[in-house]
Structures are given as structure tokens and as C-alpha cells.
């Protein structure tokens, strides 16, 4: 078993910066790729970045890759998202989830997910 708890998100404002992190426990993460997706009201579930536990094989969405990036610190069994350039769009719960198994980006073929942490970012 794997347990997910985002923190960081909050209240910004447009143009602002937020980094979220998903502290990780359970079992070992060697093998595990893991990525973070948001979700809008109203609007699925949708791939932001991911990489595998080492570090490699980082991948963005296309039209994310600008402003967002991925991280991890294995001391602390814990990933990151940084946000740059903040847009009252970016506004929905950002969850992060583990897959054990090669990169993906459907949000379905994950087998682990945290319980979110709500970035609203106001105009």
C-alpha cells in the first residue's frame, strides 16, 4: 500500500506562484512512476506532470510545460509541483497518484491517489 497527502495549495493571486507538495508512505517507490493531475468543477480529471521515482522520465502536459515543474527529494519520500505565472484557469484540486508501472498520463490506470489540495487563483 502507498499513502499520498498533498499540502500548499491555498489562495493566489494571478500571476503568483504556488509549489504543492505529496508526501509519500508505504512501501518502497523504486519502481513506481508518480504524477500529478487537477480537476476543475465541472471538468475531468487532467494530466499536469509526472516522473518516475529515480527522477527520470519527466513529461508535461503540452500545453503546462512552461510553467509547471515536477520534483522530487527521496530524502523525504516527497514530490513537488512549482507554479509559475498563475491563471485564474490553473484554479482547481490538484491530487497526486502512483502507478507501479511504466509513465502514463490517463488518469485511470493509476492505482493510488492523495486527497487533493485546492489551488484557487483569484484575477
Known amino acids: 500500500q502507498v499513502q499520498l497527502a498533498e499540502s500548499g495549495g491555498g489562495l493566489v493571486q494571478a500571476g503568483g506562484s504556488v509549489r504543492l507538495s505529496c508526501a509519500a508512505s508505504g512501501r518502497t517507490f523504486g519502481f513506481y512512476y508518480m504524477a500529478w493531475f487537477r480537476q476543475a468543477p465541472g471538468k475531468q480529471r487532467e494530466f499536469v506532470g509526472g516522473m518516475l521515482w529515480s527522477g527520470a522520465s519527466t513529461t508535461y502536459a503540452d500545453s503546462l510545460k512552461d510553467r509547471f515543474t515536477c520534483s522530487r527529494d527521496p530524502a523525504k519520500n516527497t514530490v513537488y509541483l512549482d507554479v509559475n505565472g498563475l491563471k485564474p484557469e490553473d484554479t482547481a484540486v490538484y491530487y497526486c497518484?502512483?502507478?507501479?508501472?511504466?509513465?502514463?498520463?490517463?488518469?485511470?490506470?493509476?492505482?493510488?491517489w492523495g486527497q487533493g489540495t485546492q489551488v484557487t487563483v483569484s484575477s
Open positions: 497518484a502512483v502507478r507501479v508501472g511504466t509513465p502514463s498520463t490517463t488518469a485511470s490506470s493509476f492505482d493510488y
